[in-house]
């Protein structure tokens, strides 16, 4: 039987939680970090990272994995590098369950840009009013470039107040839709979207609404990962499991 170590706190991670659950497959769920709200899960869980590669590695050897799993957010790039290397190191067979990423379509109106770094640099101007859809994480990268007006959506209220000196911010879990972020856009009069390309629908609302109004979208491109098999979705990731023997079975 299938020994499985998932890398998750996306959706598509609590989704193959429950999947694997119904057909009692023997999983454990791994949060890199701490997690404020972590939603109840079905199989067994943990919280915290492994020591990079070495301690995965040690990890999958020491807890008898068979198969890993590495459902993390598609930005979490040095995490994702170091599950290829250690299921290389310890001859485990890893598969990603990762979103498609969003391409533009008719009407849209991106710009690329590399990471968080370049997006700041692309703000180098007048002032604008610029909805920063990234979360919290990367706010106080933004304060190189104050005579922006910011609209923030966090989904939790943060500790201490963002350090940029003129934005408006909402807490708000959705999820969103279309109509409601085109409301958004023109209550705030936003003129600007700067977002990550973290693709999945549950966060496209915006790039819908931005295209329905005609807005410039800036859009900060995934990292490069290693080469590796990727799905993207939880059925897809049981019928690997049921063709991809273990380790043991395939005698390392």
């Not at 709200?37 to 020491?62: C, E, K, N, Y």
């Not at 849209?108 to 604008?128: K, M, Q, S, T």
């Not at 939880?234 to 499991?241: R, Y």
Request: net charge positive; with cysteine.
């Amino acid at each position: 039987m299938p020994n499985v170590l998932l890398l998750g706190g996306t959706t598509e991670a609590s989704a193959l939680a429950r999947l694997l659950a119904a057909r009692g497959i023997a999983a454990t769920l791994s949060y890199a970090g701490r997690t404020e709200h972590p939603r109840p899960q079905p199989i067994p869980v943990r919280v915290g990272g492994f020591g990079g590669v070495a301690g995965l590695a040690a990890h999958l050897r020491d807890q008898g994995i068979t198969h890993l799993v590495d459902a993390i957010h598609p930005f979490a790039a040095t995490m994702s590098a170091n599950a290829v290397a250690a299921a290389e190191a310890a001859g485990v067979p890893l598969l990603a369950l990762t979103r498609p990423a969003w391409r533009p379509g008719e009407g849209d109106r991106w710009r690329h840009v590399p990471d968080v770094a370049g997006a700041v640099a692309a703000l180098e101007g007048p002032a604008r009013r610029v909805l920063l859809a990234l979360g919290r994480q990367h706010v106080h990268a933004f304060a190189a470039q104050p005579q922006h007006h910011y609209v923030l959506r966090f989904v939790d209220a943060p500790p201490a107040p963002p350090p940029l000196p003129d934005h408006h911010l909402l807490v708000d879990r959705g999820p969103f839709t279309p109509e409601g972020d085109r409301a958004l856009i023109e209550t705030h009069r936003v003129d600007l979207v700067i977002c990550k390309n973290a693709g999945g629908s549950g966060a496209e609302a915006k790039l819908i609404a931005a295209r329905a109004l005609g807005l410039p979208v800036l859009m900060i491109d995934r990292p490069a990962l290693p080469p590796r098999r990727e799905v993207s979705s939880p059925e897809a990731v049981l019928d690997w499991l049921a063709h991809t023997p273990s380790p043991a079975k395939r005698g390392v």
